[in-house]
């Protein structure tokens, strides 16, 4: 079993593609020469060259539209959006554009085209560079958004999104990087729509993305010490959504806490918090608690900064507020 | 030095001059008969060996479309008013060169994207009127399965990578389709056809900056009809002249006159040879004129008056084209026949077509 990091699993994945398919190649600013921002795709350029790593200039419009027209040809490119924060400015491209030419045409095209991202909070970006924006995506009909939390996990989406007839949007998250992980021999893929129980646990279910997963299972590990048995999910597929394993989780656990670092308000979990209500309504002994962002945009200040994302100790204290108001 | 002889003061008219300034990295000595005069003019060439003549059967069928996209048009304008079609519409009355020319130029493997005026695009490249009227209709017989609209007319098998109702919105994916060709070694051209009004969004910057950087074999087709829906030239752009904007990009560029099919078949082959044989892109300036109105019931208050009447009768490419072949009313009152037999068809094909079942809305969304 190998031991890849997060990035390492990310290159892994794209180069194991891109050695087996001439179909797949990549484009996006620096992510030839220097790697990308994030020297995720350190290297590849050496590998398989400039016209296959392709660097751009920065016209994230022209990144998402030019791999839409190549995915309408049939190729499988992989764009990379530097930061979360500029798929703003290939919004245009994504939502009117990738996820509606198939619909529009009445199904006679397809649009296999992988949107590789990165964001996320806790080292003081500022306001432009560590929002998470997958809200915006999981609303619109026709994306695929994903948000793996582990090397295995990304290695293995990664590789379904590649090959996804459907455009997806894979979000990465920056601090999960160094992430590392002894990962299968071969490359497994892993479809899209199977939430991972994480952690088993008998009396509260965290339903829980990207670094909230690791954050988490620190804050169940911690409620353990106290007598509370956690239950950790993470839907690693956001849209579609495995609404079956998070339900059948409450409806054992009674008890629900759903968890993103994106701005609580209007968020991802505001969904997953109402397919609970829905689905598993009769099963709920307290109100289903949710923890995210503080309503701010991101504050460049460490100290305003950690205020703002929630953390472990947020998590541990919704898990509270559940267990708290059983029997109320 | 190349040398350049224009036989006609038409010629000029018809915007070649600026094709021929534009096609040589070298000054060339041109000779104007028509002016008696000789005059020296920045760059050159190839027009004359890239000028072909064609003949009149080929050009009496441009006519025949032309003039079948010009009743294909009137009828959807008169079932829309009469309330039969959904949505909103909007034709290219007066653009008809501009597709007929442009697409007659393409091969068979090539393809194209489109704009929110597309029916004379989508008919000019193959799809039977029958498919464009039933998905006006919303049909399940349309060409997008009435899943598209008037904006959305797609026909993959005929290279019509779709319509699109987002200004420069499909300019991007003209870039890639056309990386894509250049990855796989294939001898094919991506095309776009967009406005005046697209030429100040962002992707048609990036696009065309992207297409060049990257020598993709794209040609993006700019009709200029003067009007961004209801803003004039004057009020979107600092400019008149758009091949001005492929020189930012270093991008070939070539303009024409819109109204004779003749020259915009010409300039759209040299375009299109262009970029086939790996020179890279180029930005086609077609300048025309919309004879209508933004969209189908636009009263059109921002005309100055009386433009529109001079415009009909003196820029129509019908009447051109028309007059150019010497067809006489008989036989145009032929062929006129014909085609609105053929539209009126489409209409009862379309009518006659088969309803989706509300659910069917939640098909096609993934594949």
């Known amino acids: 079993m190998p031991e890849l990091t997060y990035r390492e699993a990310v290159r892994d994945t794209l180069a194991t593609a891109m050695r087996q398919d001439s179909d797949v190649f990549l484009m996006g600013e620096d992510i030839a020469e220097m790697g990308g921002s994030m020297g995720v795709t350190h290297g590849l350029v050496d590998e398989f060259g400039p016209e296959r790593v392709r660097n751009t200039p920065i016209s994230e419009m022209a990144i998402v539209g030019a791999g839409i027209g190549a995915a309408m040809q049939g190729m499988r490119p992989v764009v990379e959006i530097m930061y979360e924060d500029f798929l703003t400015l290939s919004t245009e491209q994504i939502v009117n554009q990738a996820a509606k030419h198939r619909y529009m045409s009445g199904g006679q095209l397809k649009v296999p085209l992988t949107i590789r991202t990165q964001g996320g909070a806790g080292w003081s970006p500022g306001a432009q560079h560590a929002q998470q924006l997958e809200a915006w995506f999981v609303h619109i009909p026709g994306l695929k958004v994903i948000f793996p939390s582990t090397p295995t996990d990304v290695r293995g989406m990664l590789w379904s999104a590649i090959y996804d007839d459907n455009p997806v949007i894979v979000f990465e998250h920056r601090l999960l990087y160094p992430v590392k992980e002894d990962v299968p021999e071969k490359l497994e893929p892993i479809p899209f729509g199977e939430a991972r129980v994480v952690r ?52 054992k656990t009674n008890r629900a806490v759903v968890t993103h670092e994106a701005v609580t308000r209007m968020g991802f979990g505001a969904e997953v918090a109402s397919v609970i209500q829905y689905q598993a309504f009769d099963w709920l002994d307290a109100p289903i608690e949710r923890v995210g962002a503080k309503f701010a945009p991101l504050a460049f200040a460490p100290v305003m900064e950690q205020f703002l994302i929630p953390g472990p100790e947020d998590v541990l204290e919704g898990i509270y507020r559940t267990v708290g108001r059983n029997g109320d | 030095m190349a040398r350049v002889v224009f036989l006609r003061e038409a010629d000029e008219e018809a915007g070649l001059l600026p094709v021929v300034r534009q096609l040589l990295q070298e000054r060339a000595e041109i000779v104007c008969e028509s002016h008696g005069q000789e005059r020296t003019l920045a760059p050159v060439a190839k027009v004359e060996a890239k000028k072909k003549g064609l003949s009149d059967e080929r050009l009496r069928d441009f006519l025949r479309e032309m003039l079948l996209i010009r009743r294909f048009e009137e009828m959807v304008e008169e079932r829309f008013r009469a309330g039969e079609l959904p949505g909103f519409l909007h034709v290219a009355i007066g653009q008809e060169a501009v597709a007929v020319g442009v697409c007659a130029a393409l091969e068979e493997d090539d393809v194209i994207a489109s704009t929110h005026r597309a029916h004379g695009h989508t008919l000019a490249r193959g799809t039977s009127p029958n498919a464009v009227m039933a998905e006006l209709y919303g049909k399940l017989e349309g060409c997008s399965h009435g899943y598209g609209g008037s904006m959305h007319l797609y026909d993959i098998e005929r290279g019509n990578l779709g319509a699109n109702a987002v200004v420069g919105g499909g300019l991007p994916a003209i870039t890639g389709a056309a990386l894509a060709f250049k990855f796989r070694k294939e001898p094919r051209v991506a095309l776009a056809f967009f406005g005046d009004g697209a030429t100040n969004i962002g992707t048609f910057h990036e696009s065309l900056n992207l297409a060049q950087l990257w020598t993709v074999p794209a040609v993006f087709v700019l009709e200029n009809n003067w ?67 933004h969209y189908v019931g636009d009263p059109q208050v921002y005309r100055p008056k009386g433009e529109l009447q001079e415009l009909r009768e003196t820029q129509d490419p019908i009447t051109k084209l028309r007059e150019r072949l010497g067809v006489t009313d008989e036989e145009f009152e032929q062929l006129d026949a014909e085609v609105t037999r053929e539209v009126e068809e489409s209409v009862e094909f379309a009518k006659n077509g088969t309803d989706p079942q509300p659910e069917d809305a939640l098909k096609n969304i993934y594949a």
């Not at chain 1, 988490?216 to 839907?235: H, R, Y």
């Not at chain 2, 004039?232 to 758009?242: L, Y």
Request: glycine share 8%.
């Open chain 1, 200 to 251: 088993e646990g008998e009396d509260v279910t965290v339903v829980a993305t990207g670094p909230m997963v690791h954050r988490s299972l620190e804050a169940a590990a911690e409620a353990e010490k106290n007598g509370v048995s956690v239950e950790v999910i993470d839907p690693r597929s956001l849209q579609p959504l495995d609404d079956k394993t998070i339900v059948t989780s409450v409806k």
């Open chain 2, 227 to 293: 009007w961004a829906e209801s803003t004039p030239n004057s009020q979107h752009s600092p400019i008149t002249d758009f091949t001005q904007r492929a020189v930012a990009y270093g991008m070939h560029s070539i303009k024409v006159g819109g109204q004779e099919v003749e020259p915009v078949y010409d300039a759209a082959s040299e375009a299109i040879d262009h970029a086939r044989r790996g020179d890279g892109p180029v930005l086609l300036v077609v300048d025309t004129y919309r004879l209508v109105g």
